[in-house]
C-alpha cells in the first residue's frame, strides 16, 4: 500500500466535509445530545457520511472507526484502520469558536502513519506522513517545539471551567482551546508549549494530532507517561500530555 499516494484523498475527503460543517453553521445547525454535556449535531453526520463513503470506497480493504459510526469490531482483525473524528470540538463548532477540526489518521500495526487534520473555520490543512515530516496547506513546515516561560498550556474550557486548572495557575499560562485535534496542531506547529487532558479521551480525538507531534519532534502520552496504541478493543486512554521533549516530564511531575 503506498501511503503516500492516499494523502490527496483523504485531504480532498477533509476538505469536503470541511465545506458541509461551514455550511451548518449558524442558524442552519441542528443539535441532538448523545449523553449528558455531549452534543452532536448535523455537521457531525453530515461530514462522517462524506470521509466514510470516500474513503472506504477507494480502500475497501481498511478498518474503519469513528466517533459518528457504530463501532465494527471486524477493524481489530485489519492491518490498517481509518480511525475519524468527523468534526470533533463540536461545543466550539456551536458556539461559533473557530476552534474544531476535521481529524482523520490512518493507523497501521496499531500506530497512525498518515494524518490529516482540516479546520473547516480558517480552511487550514495540517497533515503528516510517517517518517515525513509536517505539512501546512501542503507546505512544509520545521518545527522546533522548545519552550515559553512560563509554558503555554492549551486546556479544554470545559475543564478549565469545572476548575480543573485552578491549582496550576502559577505554573503555565493555560489557554482555554477547543477541540483536542486542534489543541494538538497547535502544538506541533509551534502555536503554544502543550496540551494536556486530564480527563479520558478517545482514540478519534488524538490519533491524527499524535503523529504531528511525532513528526515535530515532540512526545505525546497518556497521564502515566505511556505511548499511545491504536485499533485497540478498549478506545479510551488515560488524558494526555503532548509537548516537546525538553517539557514533557517537567509537565507530567507537576501533574502527578
Known amino acids: 500500500m503506498n501511503i503516500p499516494q492516499m494523502l490527496p484523498t483523504v485531504m480532498r475527503a477533509s476538505i469536503k466535509a470541511g465545506r458541509e460543517i461551514r455550511s451548518a453553521r449558524g442558524s442552519n445547525v441542528q443539535i441532538d ?20 463513503s470516500t474513503l472506504t470506497s477507494n480502500y475497501p480493504e481498511i478498518g474503519w472507526l469513528s466517533e459518528e459510526t457504530v463501532d ?32 482523520i489518521a490512518l493507523i497501521r500495526d496499531k500506530r497512525p502513519v498518515l494524518a490529516v487534520i ?19 496547506n501542503n507546505e512544509y513546515i ?16 470545559t475543564d478549565i471551567e469545572k476548575g480543573l486548572f485552578n491549582k496550576y495557575k502559577d505554573k503555565f499560562e493555560i489557554i482555554p482551546a477547543g477541540g483536542m485535534a486542534h489543541k494538538l496542531a497547535m502544538v506541533a506547529t509551534e502555536k503554544a508549549d502543550a496540551t494536556i487532558s486530564l480527563t479520558p479521551k478517545n482514540e478519534w480525538d488524538m ?50
Open 33 to 52: 445530545f448523545k449523553g449528558e454535556n455531549n452534543p452532536v449535531t448535523n455537521a457531525d453526520r453530515k461530514a462522517n457520511d462524506i470521509i466514510k
Open 72 to 103: 465494527d469490531k471486524a477493524r481489530l482483525n485489519k492491518d490498517f484502520v481509518w480511525i475519524v473524528d468527523p468534526l470533533d470540538g463540536t461545543k466550539e463548532f456551536i458556539k461559533g469558536i473557530p476552534e474544531y477540526a476535521v481529524s
Open 118 to 136: 482540516h479546520n473547516p473555520s480558517t480552511e487550514d490543512t495540517f497533515t503528516a506522513i510517517k517518517g515525513d515530516g509536517i505539512k501546512v
Open 142 to 157: 520545521k518545527p522546533n517545539l522548545t519552550t515559553s516561560d512560563p509554558i503555554k498550556l492549551l486546556a479544554s474550557r
Open 207 to 256: 490519533a491524527a494530532g499524535v503523529l504531528l507531534i511525532e513528526e515535530a519532534n515532540g512526545l505525546v502520552t497518556d497521564r502515566n507517561n505511556k505511548k499511545f496504541t491504536f485499533n485497540e478493543k478498549n478506545t479510551i486512554r488515560n488524558g494526555l500530555i503532548a509537548s516537546s521533549r525538553v517539557n514533557h516530564a517537567k509537565i507530567q511531575n507537576i501533574f502527578d
